[in-house]
């Protein structure tokens, strides 16, 4: 992050803040911090595991809250009214993401529409990809406060979520992640699960220091989905798990901390699970912008038997349509997509797959997907309504 934007985030505040290197050294600070603490404005910071301090010559250390940015950590003042500000900070960047992300999703679905030239079609593509970092910087800083979240636990895939949490981690510690199962749907909320996975690599990193490799490791069992932290030759006796711990139960979970590991639990999807037929019914293509619906829909779908191929705008959706076309058996679409609408790609369908069931899911201008001849399910529905719409989209 660079000085302007870490000064503007330290403005922002209106608390006292700081923001310490990935050596400690307390680099920046906002008039604030130099108020209430001008002796510990060129000091270190002493993260341990049962608290953090800033630390200067000939002064007693000053208890601080040290939560992680970039390549460091953001110092604040140690009270509620710090974690308030932060919260307040991270609702108006995540306001202002939303904004850049849906006139940029806007201005390039106009552009696709004038059907543009392969020139424009691929600078689209890019910038398409631009859209989808600004989505993963949305959810890293809504992990960096536990308080801004949604209060009720959806369907997230827990694979996905760990390596978007790990992949905001910076520092001189590897991170090592097994290849574990890529696809392990569980009922949570999204930004506390983020949360618990930011302490406990944090915890774990000021434990073993410079000297060790953190491992993590994601499982499915029968009824969970569960997160292993370890650390070789590290025992967790003493480790202060409490944000952890915290952060896990917020999210619909548990913690389990055993001799020489920490794991994340989290209660798989329920869907409601019939049993699956033996025969898989054939492979449905699910496009969804929204990361819990997306999931929730390719849970249910795989366990009525489906194969479930995913995509998260339309222009991936529109590719793997022309791509995989011939061996689908059904689409089911968002109607709103960033790049190309699911209008547009039932449209695209129709055109070479005349037969193939579609279902559109939509929020609003149900009218004009009826008025189109496309079969509707509307939102929010539930697992039973999905299949029950699924169902009546093979039916001519």
Not at 190 to 202: C, H, M, P, Y
Request: charged share 20%; with cysteine.
């Amino acid at each position: 992050m660079s000085p302007e934007a870490l000064a503007e985030v330290l403005h922002a505040l209106g608390a006292p803040g700081a923001w310490a290197d990935a050596s400690g050294q307390v680099v920046v600070a906002n008039e604030a911090f130099r108020s209430w603490a001008p002796s510990y404005v060129q000091a270190r910071l002493d993260c341990k595991p049962d608290g953090a301090w800033l630390v200067a010559p000939t002064r007693t250390p000053l208890p601080v809250r040290a939560e992680p940015l970039g390549d460091g950590h953001l110092v604040l003042g140690a009270s509620d009214s710090a974690r308030v500000a932060l919260d307040a900070v991270v609702t108006s960047v995540v306001r202002r993401l939303d904004r850049l992300g849906g006139a940029l999703n806007f201005s390039l679905g106009a552009i696709l529409r004038e059907r543009p030239g392969e020139y424009v079609t691929a600078s689209v593509h890019e910038a398409m990809t631009v859209v989808g970092e600004l989505k993963n910087l949305r959810r890293q800083v809504l992990g960096l406060s536990p308080g801004v979240s949604q209060p009720t636990p959806q369907a997230v895939n827990l694979s996905i979520l760990v390596n978007d949490a790990l992949a905001a981690m910076t520092g001189p510690l590897p991170i090592e992640v097994a290849e574990g199962v890529a696809d392990c749907v569980v009922s949570a909320v999204r930004e506390k699960v983020f949360f618990g996975v930011a302490a406990l690599v944090g915890t774990f990193a000021r434990r073993v220091g410079g000297h060790g490799t953190i491992l993590v490791d994601v499982r499915s069992r029968p009824t969970t989905g569960q997160v292993y932290f370890s650390a070789p030759g590290l025992s967790l006796d003493g480790m202060d798990l409490d944000a952890a711990r915290d952060a896990v139960e917020a999210a619909g979970g548990r913690l389990l901390v055993l001799a020489d590991q920490a794991v994340m639990e989290f209660p798989l999807f329920d869907s409601e699970a019939p049993r699956a037929p033996a025969e898989p019914r054939g492979t449905v293509l699910v496009v969804d912008d929204d990361p819990s619906t997306l999931a929730m829909m390719g849970a249910v779908l795989r366990r009525d038997g489906f194969v479930v191929m995913e995509a998260d705008n339309g222009i991936s959706g529109s590719t793997m349509l022309r791509i995989h076309g011939r061996a689908l058996a059904a689409l089911v679409t968002d109607a709103v997509l960033p790049g190309r609408s699911g209008i547009d790609l039932a449209t695209e369908a129709r055109r070479f797959l005349p037969r193939l069931p579609i279902l559109i899911v939509t929020g609003h201008d149900e009218d004009l997907v009826i008025a189109k001849g496309l079969k509707v399910l509307r939102k929010p529905f539930t697992v039973a309504e999905l299949r029950s719409a699924v169902t009546r989209s093979f039916q001519r």
